[in-house]
C-alpha cells in the first residue's frame, strides 16, 4: 500500500533556530501534499495544502513567512519552522494523496514531535 | 461549509463492552467520503475506513462495523467487545468534491479498562 514517511519523529531545537520537516511518498506519486498541526489533546488543524511546483495555499491565520512548504517534487515536501519558538512546540503530519479530487486516498506520514526550548 | 461533529469528547469501558463512537458531518457537497481514523498515544493516524456518499451499506470489518445514515448525516462507529489495544482517539473526517480538505471532527478519547 500507499507509504508516507516523515522525519524527523522527533526534535528539539532552540528558540530562534529553524527546523525542517521531511515529508516523502516512498511507492506513489504525491500531486497534492498537505501539512497539519496537532497541539495536545487536539484534532488535527490545517495548515496548508501543496501541489507539486506550485506555492503552498495556506490557511487562514497560518503564518506563511513563519511555516515555509516546499513541495518541489512528487514524492517530497518539506516544511521549514522558521525563528521556532515555543508556542510553535507542536506535533506536526503530512499527508499525501496521489492526485487531485476525492477519489484518491489520503495516506499520513507518522508525525513530527517538536519541542522548543 | 464542511464540519464534522464528534460530540463524544471523553469515553471510558469496561474490556468486552460494546462502544459507539458517534460522528455526525455537514457538507453541501453531492459526493463526498467520510473516513475514520485511529491515533494510539504514538501519535501516528491510522486509517480504519473510508465510505463515499452514494454507498450507504453498512460494514463490519472484525470487531469494528459503521452505520452510514444519510438521513441523519451521521456515520457512527463501533467496537464490539472492547479491548485494551483499542484505547486511542478517533477520529471521523470528511472531504467533499468541491475542496481539496480533509477536515477532521475534534474527536474522541476512548480509554478501555482491563
Known amino acids: 500500500g500507499a507509504v508516507v514517511s516523515q522525519h524527523p519523529s522527533w526534535v528539539i531545537c532552540k528558540s530562534g533556530t529553524s527546523v525542517k520537516i521531511e515529508c516523502r511518498s516512498l511507492?506513489?506519486?504525491?500531486?497534492?501534499m498537505f501539512w497539519y498541526r496537532q497541539f495536545p489533546k487536539q484534532s488535527l488543524m490545517l495548515m496548508a495544502t501543496s501541489n507539486e511546483g506550485s506555492k503552498a495555499t495556506y490557511e487562514q491565520g497560518v503564518e506563511k513567512d513563519k511555516f515555509l512548504i516546499n513541495h518541489a517534487s512528487l514524492t517530497l515536501s518539506t516544511l521549514t519552522v522558521t525563528s521556532a519558538h515555543p508556542e510553535d512546540s507542536s506535533f506536526y503530519i503530512c499527508?499525501?494523496?496521489?492526485?487531485?479530487?476525492?477519489?484518491?486516498?489520503?495516506?499520513f506520514g507518522s508525525g513530527t514531535r517538536l519541542t522548543v526550548v | 461549509a464542511q464540519k464534522v461533529t464528534q460530540a463524544q469528547t471523553e469515553i471510558s469501558v469496561v474490556e468486552k463492552e460494546d462502544v459507539t463512537l458517534d460522528c455526525v458531518y455537514e457538507?453541501?457537497?453531492?459526493?463526498?467520503?467520510l473516513f475514520w481514523y485511529k491515533q494510539p498515544p504514538s501519535g501516528e493516524l491510522v486509517f480504519l475506513i473510508r465510505r463515499n456518499s452514494f454507498d450507504e451499506q453498512n460494514e463490519i470489518s472484525g470487531r469494528y462495523s459503521w452505520n452510514f445514515q444519510k438521513s441523519t448525516s451521521s456515520f457512527n462507529f463501533t467496537i464490539t467487545a472492547s479491548q485494551v489495544v483499542d484505547s486511542a482517539v478517533y477520529f471521523c473526517?470528511?472531504?467533499?468534491?468541491?475542496?481539496?480538505?480533509?477536515?477532521f471532527g475534534t474527536g474522541t478519547r476512548l480509554q478501555v479498562f482491563p
Open positions: 511507492d506513489f506519486q504525491a500531486t497534492t
Open positions: 457538507t453541501r457537497d453531492t459526493t463526498y467520503y
Open positions: 499527508s499525501a494523496r496521489a492526485g487531485a479530487g476525492v477519489g484518491y486516498g489520503y495516506t
Open positions: 473526517a470528511l472531504s467533499g468534491e468541491n475542496t481539496d480538505k480533509l477536515i
